[in-house]
């Protein structure tokens, strides 16, 4: 089987950790900013970063929509974090008129998990990604408030004040983690949704 052409986003973010994954993870991994450069790719990483202005960068740079005719059309995504944001249909505490890409029909709150200093690690099974728990790093992190008929839900955390929280889900090509496995070291997320990508 040929080797999955899959980009990322590259207007802001952990973009060589996710680089540096999917090369791991058996893919040819090649940065986007310009629609030609999404045009070309089997899938595509929106990184961990600050997703207000990788919106703003995302418009600027005339990608947001060419974004979500791709994804529209079955372009197999994975958005950690920020990304996760982008890939929500809705989301809370966003600010003014702050737009997503879309696709998972899912309700996400931006920096759910608290600021900087209440980042943390915990260890989460992950439904899919086989072997022992995987080592979730959660940094000024979202979580899912509610998702839809067709969204699966992979992962939940317990959370100290309050029930599990949603953590990663997938819905069709579509997949999403509140943590960063980019910078764990671990690549089994990342071989998760390349197998993802040759599938579709």
Known sequence: MPTPVIGVLALQGDVREHVRAL???????VTVRRP???ARVDGLVLPGGESTTMWKLAAAFDLLE?????VRA???AYGSCAGMVML???ILDGVDGQETVGGIDMV???????RQVASFEADLEIRGVAGEPFRGVFIRAPWVESVGA???VLAQIHHPEDASRIVAVR??????????????????????????????
Not at 66 to 70: G, N, Q, T, W, Y
Not at 108 to 114: I, K, S, T
Request: charged share 30%; glycine share 10%; net charge negative.
């Open 88 to 90: 929500a249909d809705k």
């Open 74 to 76: 079955g372009l197999p």
């Open 23 to 29: 090369e791991s993870a058996g893919a040819e991994a």
């Open 66 to 70: 060419p974004m979500r005719e791709r």
């Open 108 to 114: 996400v709150r931006r920096n759910a998990f608290g």
């Open 36 to 38: 030609e450069e999404l």
């Open 150 to 152: 067709g969204v699966e």
């Open 171 to 200: 819905q069709g090509n579509l997949l999403a983690t509140s943590f960063h496995p980019e910078l764990t070291g671990d690549d089994r997320v990342h071989r998760y949704f390349v197998e993802l990508v040759r599938a579709a």
